[in-house]
């Protein structure tokens, strides 16, 4: 059997992950990690039985340790924690659903680890590609990507030469705004932002997508996944959010995979690359559609998309303090302490502070993060 270890286990990717584990039964956990959620964590542990587990918060991991002191298993926490997950010996591949900057540091350990990566954490390559691709390389494992989006793209190059893609083309659905103005979208709620049409999916990346940073993301990951330069990855607007993602080659041909808007797809395929396994669910009925229809995304009212864009063809540091300010300026949102449109506000603000720093080091992406949460306490200092 193979054995894995999921690394953000209670978390949308992550549950989802445990769907298609408990689905095919023919892989083992070795371990997990989620960040507070104990309760949910105790029961995969007694359903999937990791000899290793790990919690953010560290008062979350002493109530962990309670709870199941009557099993065998290892209760680590904090950024140690993570490490421990997902360099456990047995393990032969990490999925990294860890939310946010904080999935870099055990992507790195588990590539030295000679681990390969399910990856469904964005912001490790958005921050850190310079570091992880050539790391990769260097060790031989595999990054495959688990974003319903790169994971078309991957399928779309399957067999392929990849030398002879001459663009990659990233589709959104548009998110819950999409048609919107920003005088429409100043008063909307967080309820209203975590209203996706399409998908379910975690608040952070739920939000993303309603300000189409997510996309900005997305197109900075598809350069270091496929090294393919921003300008030749192009966005379009697909709102049935059947077309996942397609590649354009040099002939003019085009590859695109086709799909229902379920998470299990791209993860089921990572897992077991590169063989395709039966999943159940619904089936596109293509009778049934009547149409399919694109649009050019909308960049002025939706300025969350051209920041990160720009911030990936900026390059050096400047991907972290768009990431850093963007993680802050959601967390704030859901929160209750800002307005929708403060996010990309905040965000525009703190690239527009910053002296990029050119192939920063590990420790400067981390330093670069914490200076542009300083900056974002003193922007909002008062309030």
Wanted: glycine share 8%; hydrophobic share 45%; with cysteine.
């Amino acid at each position: 059997m193979r054995k894995i270890a999921i690394l953000g286990s209670t978390g949308s990717i992550g549950t989802q992950t445990l769907d298609v584990v408990r689905a095919n039964k023919d892989i083992e956990i070795a371990s997990l990690a989620a960040g507070s959620n104990v309760e949910l964590l105790e029961k995969q542990i007694r359903e999937f039985h990791p000899k290793m587990v790990s919690v953010w918060n560290e008062d979350k991991a002493l109530e962990l340790k309670e709870r199941i002191k009557d099993l065998d298993v290892e209760v680590h926490k904090g950024m140690e924690g993570l490490i421990s997950a997902a360099t456990i010996d047995s393990a032969e591949l990490v999925v990294l659903a860890v939310v946010g900057m904080v999935g870099i540091r055990p992507a790195i350990a588990a590539i030295n680890a000679h681990k390969d990566i399910a990856l469904a954490n964005k912001e490790t390559l958005v921050t850190a590609g310079h570091i992880i691709m050539p790391l990769a390389d260097e060790k031989n494992v595999r990054i495959l990507p688990v974003d319903s989006e790169h994971s078309a793209i991957f399928q779309s190059l399957n067999g392929e030469n990849k030398e002879q893609a001459e663009k990659l083309i990233l589709t959104a659905s548009g998110g819950p705004f999409r048609g919107m103005t920003r005088e429409q979208m100043k008063d909307v709620s967080v309820e209203d932002a975590l209203n996706h049409p399409n998908w379910s999916m975690g608040k952070k990346i739920t939000i993303d997508s309603a300000t189409m940073v997510n996309k900005g993301l997305e197109i900075i990951e598809a350069k270091w996944l496929f090294d393919m330069d921003i300008r030749d990855i192009q966005v379009i607007v697909q709102p049935q959010s059947l077309i996942h993602s397609m590649v354009e080659f040099l002939d003019g041909g085009i590859i695109a995979q086709l799909g229902t808007p379920d998470m299990r797809l791209p993860i089921q395929y990572a897992l077991y690359y590169p063989d395709r396994k039966f999943l159940d669910g619904d089936r596109v009925d293509f009778g049934k559609i009547g149409k399919i229809t694109f649009e050019i995304p909308d960049m002025d009212n939706f300025r969350g998309l051209y920041l990160a864009r720009q911030a990936g063809i900026t390059g050096g540091s400047m991907p972290t303090v768009m990431n850093a300010a963007n993680e802050k300026a959601v967390a704030l949102f859901l929160s209750g302490k800002i307005k929708f449109l403060e996010i990309t506000d905040i965000m525009e603000q703190c690239m527009e502070n910053h002296k990029v720093l050119n192939n920063p080091s590990l420790e400067d992406i981390l330093r670069t993060e914490r200076e542009t949460y300083d900056y974002i306490d003193y922007l909002l200092k008062g309030r």
